[in-house]
């Protein structure tokens, strides 16, 4: 039984947070994933929908088996609770990896860390970013 952690903000959901949570639960057998707290989402605009919202969205979806709110602080915890046999990262997500590894194995967390590929367009309008969705409808809706 192996076991698989992904994350992420996951506000809005798109193709592209399809493809990669797909790609992470065929590195394993069951996929858990944590959605990052909206007080820790500091390297862009915060999040439009609750920690809750964002939780119960993608563990609503085939791929995943269950949905955690992030720790405030110590990202660790969820962790060391999942006990996770590998850590997807997202093609894009800033972790280094074998900073991570390095880290976990500090922690003693026998767990490898693996990055998941980008989402290839597959229509020529598809929006495959958060962002780009609210500036879609900021544009096309609001005066
Ligand atoms: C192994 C791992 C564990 C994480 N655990 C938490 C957590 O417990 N709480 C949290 O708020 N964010 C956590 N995060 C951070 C976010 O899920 C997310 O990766 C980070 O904010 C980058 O966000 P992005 O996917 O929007 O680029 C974790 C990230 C990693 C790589
Ligand atoms: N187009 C994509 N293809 C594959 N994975 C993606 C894609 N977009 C996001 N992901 C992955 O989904 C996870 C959550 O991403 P995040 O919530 O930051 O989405 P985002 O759409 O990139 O957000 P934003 O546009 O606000 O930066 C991350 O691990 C990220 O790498």
Redesign the pocket.
Known sequence: MTTV?A????DILHPGHVHYLEEAAGMGDELHV????R???T??DPPILSNRQRRAMVAALDAVDEG?????E??????REIDPDV?A??Y????DEEQ?AGALDEAGLDCRVERASGREQVHEDELLSTGKIIDRICRERCD
Do not use: S
């Open positions: 952690v994350q992420g903000t996951f944590i959605v990052a707290r007080e820790n989402v390297h862009k955690h709110v992030g720790h405030p110590d990202f660790f915890v969820p962790i850590i990262l997202g894009d997500q800033h972790h991570l």
